[in-house]
């Protein structure tokens, strides 16, 4: 028996060995004409067995593209599309920068870290306070989604002042408003309030039915 472990290496996987023994093939076929031939039927079962390339732009182009890469770009047949240059599928892919300054605090997210630090610049008065107040109930619906647990009004406002490296302080007599003990947070990715307060009504109905009618 033959195992994938002990053959040459696929290029492209999606197309399988036989495609490969296909091609293979065609190098061994001397009139030039006859192999052009049997290359475009080897692209037509290209076809059938990767149907998804129909999806993307210049789709014909890709499977000839890929017959020359499995066949190690050394297949001469006459071609609608040249053969690609080598060199370009070999390149290193290109590096994403990444930023170099650490999240003090993940469950906040660097955001909270810009807004922040905008703050630090803005001159003291109603306005800061007022935004002041805005950020501190974000940071807290942030916090409780994380944690489920209740979280004192110093705890957030402790967690501004770390943040801005003792740049900000806290106006005297700054509170954030109860949150409703029906208020729910969602982690994201489980469910459509993401991220949102979702309240619920005690003693209402929900409007996800299973298998009935809206009435």
């Not at 406002?157 to 740049?167: E, G, P, T, W």
């Not at 408003?177 to 003693?203: D, L």
Request: proline content about 5%.
């Amino acid at each position: 028996m033959e195992y994938n472990t002990t053959l040459t290496k696929l290029e492209m996987p999606e197309y399988g060995r036989s495609i490969l023994k296909m091609v293979e093939h065609l190098k061994t076929i001397e009139d030039r004409q006859k192999r052009s031939e049997q290359a475009v039927a080897v692209v037509k079962a290209m076809e059938i067995l990767n149907p998804q390339v129909h999806s993307q732009e210049n789709w014909e182009q890709k499977l000839w593209d890929h017959l020359y890469i499995i066949s190690g770009f050394d297949l001469d047949i006459d071609s609608p599309y040249p053969c690609p240059v080598k060199e370009e599928f070999s390149k290193a892919p290109v590096t994403i920068p990444m930023k170099d300054t650490k999240i003090k605090a993940t469950h906040y997210g660097r955001n909270i870290e810009k807004i922040i630090n905008l703050l630090c610049d803005e001159p003291d008065g109603e306005v800061k306070t007022a935004m002041l107040k805005e950020l501190a109930v974000y940071m807290r619906q942030q916090y409780l989604i994380w944690n489920k647990d209740s979280v004192a009004d110093e705890t957030i406002f402790q967690d501004i002042v770390k943040l801005s490296d003792y740049r900000l302080t806290i106006p005297e007599g700054l509170s954030l408003e109860r949150i409703s003990n029906n208020a729910s947070f969602a982690r994201p990715g489980m469910g459509v309030n993401v991220g949102q307060t979702a309240f619920r009504k005690q003693g209402g109905r929900k409007n996800n039915h299973k298998g009935g009618r809206k009435r």
